[in-house]
């Protein structure tokens, strides 16, 4: 089997489109405000990356830095800041970039919770993670949202719904963290998958991942997956950055679809935080 590769780029492209003529609709301003933390390179990548692609649809971007210099970390008047954000009727969504400098790290659930969960739009406040585990959900995370995409994109030539493909099918997600893996495996539940969560305690990674017909891999750690751990035809979708979890070449060779990194989740992960903003917008406007 020679997999089919998802071309993240040209599907979110088509999804800015339609988020566009949203945006257009909705005939008002919306504004993310995204705070980055600390001076990490990559975060500061991604978040300029969403300023661009909110700034193509028509969303205002607002990036707010958080330095060392300001402060020695006093999380209190940070919390107080994105309060006012969350006062603010002109601002639509709050997103707070992740992971935080190690120095605060271990206040990371203080930090986004200090979100009112309606502006939640990288739905990551404990509110809207528990709504996902109880099977809820409000407003998905964006990378769950973009895994969920992705699914739908492999089945929409099949006039199926995502529910009927996924119900009763093995699914196996690896990594297992509070803001990705488990709402993840929430979600997939929820659409009716077999869902088995792995990590670094299960004790046979290999003969776990290999009854997958869905296998999901979020963990961060380059290489992970390798073609004999993959079953053959299996759908593999790899959230790890910034290379990618899965040896591209021999597993393409065993799965019947496969996302690259780069040009996989990253963008789709980008174009669902945007479909979040339009959509806590469109929320508050039919309430007021
Ligand atoms: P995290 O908090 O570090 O969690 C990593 C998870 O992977 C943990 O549950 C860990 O298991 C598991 N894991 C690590 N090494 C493993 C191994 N050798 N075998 C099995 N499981 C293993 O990271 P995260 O925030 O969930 O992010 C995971 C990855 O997704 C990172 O690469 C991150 O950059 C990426 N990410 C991508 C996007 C995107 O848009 N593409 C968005 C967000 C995050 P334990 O729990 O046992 O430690």
Same mark, same amino acid.
């Given at each position: 089997?020679?997999?089919? !590769?998802?071309?993240?780029?040209?599907?979110? @492209?088509?999804?800015?489109?339609?988020?566009?003529? $949203?945006?257009?609709?909705?005939?008002?301003?919306?504004?993310?405000?995204?705070?980055?933390?600390?001076?990490?390179? @990559?975060?500061?990548?991604?978040?300029? $990356?969403?300023?661009?692609?909110?700034?193509?649809?028509? %969303?205002?971007?607002?990036?707010?830095?958080?330095?060392?210099?300001?402060?020695?970390?006093?999380?209190?008047?940070?919390?107080? =800041? %994105?309060?006012?954000f969350?006062?603010?009727? *002109?601002?639509?969504?709050?997103?707070?970039?992740?992971?935080?400098?190690?120095? &605060? #790290?271990?206040?990371?659930?203080?930090?986004?919770?200090? %979100?009112e969960?309606?502006?939640?739009?990288?739905? $990551?406040?404990?509110?809207?993670?528990?709504?996902i585990?109880?099977?809820?959900p409000?407003?998905?995370?964006?990378?769950?949202?973009? !895994?969920?995409s &992705?699914?739908?994109?492999? &089945?929409?030539? #099949?006039?199926?719904? %995502?529910?009927?493909?996924?119900?009763?099918?093995?699914?196996?997600?690896?990594?297992?963290?509070?803001?990705?893996?488990?709402?993840?495996?929430?979600?997939? #539940?929820? $659409?009716?998958?077999?869902?088995?969560?792995?990590? *670094?305690?299960?004790?046979?990674?290999?003969?776990?991942?290999?009854? @997958?017909?869905?296998?999901?891999?979020?963990?961060?750690?380059?290489?992970?997956?390798?073609?004999?751990?993959?079953?053959?035809?299996?759908?593999?979708?790899?959230?790890?950055?910034?290379?990618?979890?899965?040896?591209?070449?021999?597993?393409?060779? =065993?799965?019947?679809?496969?996302?690259?990194?780069?040009?996989?989740?990253?963008?789709?992960? !980008?174009?669902?935080?945007?479909?979040?903003?339009?959509?806590?917008?469109?929320?508050?406007?039919? =309430?007021?």
């Open positions: 089997m020679n997999a089919v !590769v998802f071309d993240g780029n040209a599907y979110a @492209a088509e999804k800015e489109r339609e988020l566009r003529e $949203l945006v257009a609709k909705l005939g008002r301003p919306l504004k993310l405000v995204s705070v980055v933390i600390g001076d990490d390179p @990559a975060s500061h990548l991604y978040v300029r $990356l969403k300023g661009e692609a909110a700034q193509r649809m028509g %969303i205002q971007f607002d990036k707010v830095e958080w330095h060392i210099a300001h402060s020695t970390w006093h999380i209190d008047q940070l919390v107080e =800041k %994105i309060r006012v969350n006062a603010d009727p *002109t601002v639509t969504g709050v997103m707070v970039q992740l992971p935080l400098p190690l120095e &605060i #790290r271990e206040r990371t659930v203080e930090v986004l919770d200090a %979100i969960p309606k502006k939640d739009v990288d739905g $990551l406040t404990s509110t809207n993670l528990r709504l585990q109880e099977g809820e409000r407003v998905l995370p964006a990378t769950v949202k973009a !895994v969920v &992705i699914l739908e994109s492999v &089945i929409s030539n #099949r006039q199926s719904v %995502i529910s009927e493909y996924l119900t009763g099918k093995n699914v196996v997600v690896v990594g297992r963290s509070r803001v990705l893996g488990q709402p993840l495996a929430a979600e997939l #539940r929820r $659409l009716g998958g077999e869902v088995t969560v792995a990590h *670094t305690q299960t004790p046979d990674l290999k003969s776990v991942t290999r009854e @997958a017909e869905v296998l999901v891999s979020a963990t961060g750690k380059a290489g992970l997956i390798t073609g004999e751990m993959v079953r053959d035809g299996a759908v593999v979708i790899d959230v790890g950055e910034p290379k990618g979890d899965v040896e591209f070449a021999s597993v393409k060779e =065993k799965a019947s679809f496969i996302t690259p990194v780069p040009g996989g989740v990253g963008p789709m992960t !980008v174009v669902s935080l945007l479909e979040n903003v339009v959509e806590a917008a469109a929320a508050t406007y039919h =309430k007021s």
